[in-house]
Nanobody
Framework: QVRLVESGGGSVQAGGSLRLSCAAS????????MGWFRQAPGKEREGVAY???????NYINSVKGRFTISRDNAKNTLYLQMNSLNPEDTAMYYC??????????????????WGQGTQVNVSS
């Protein structure tokens, strides 16, 4: 099984930045699609961003221009650089791996393995 461990969360003021990391137990070079999701209390888990092995990225509209997803296959690590954070970004952030080798999107149903999450709190 692929084990994913997120880190880098914390509490920041609005306008601040955080860099999340997701360390994988497997060689992520063999995983086509990796993504970041977030879930606030009482809300559904939503896709934030994904990245494929060929470098294709996509973001939910609310984070475009502020967040950057990247991956370092040699380090088996996925990253999410979050800038200009606002209180609406407050959530538990999860990394995940896609189910198939040819498809990637922001639907949580298309991801197979999940980390335990790292909490991000953004105050006004």
């Amino acid at each position: 099984q692929v084990r994913l461990v997120e880190s880098g969360g914390g509490s920041v003021q609005a306008g601040g930045s955080l860099r999340l990391s997701c360390a994988a137990s497997a060689h992520i070079s063999s995983i086509y699609c990796m993504g970041w999701f977030r879930q606030a209390p009482g809300k559904e888990r939503e896709g934030v961003a994904y990245i494929t092995n060929d470098g294709t990225t996509n973001y939910i509209n609310s984070v475009k221009g502020r967040f950057t997803i990247s991956r370092d296959n040699a380090k088996n690590t996925l990253y999410l650089q979050m800038n200009s954070l606002n209180p609406e970004d407050t959530a538990m952030y999860y990394c995940a791996t896609g189910m198939v080798s040819w498809y990637c999107n922001l639907a949580k149903a298309d991801f197979a393995y999940w980390g335990q999450g790292t909490q991000v709190n953004v105050s006004s």
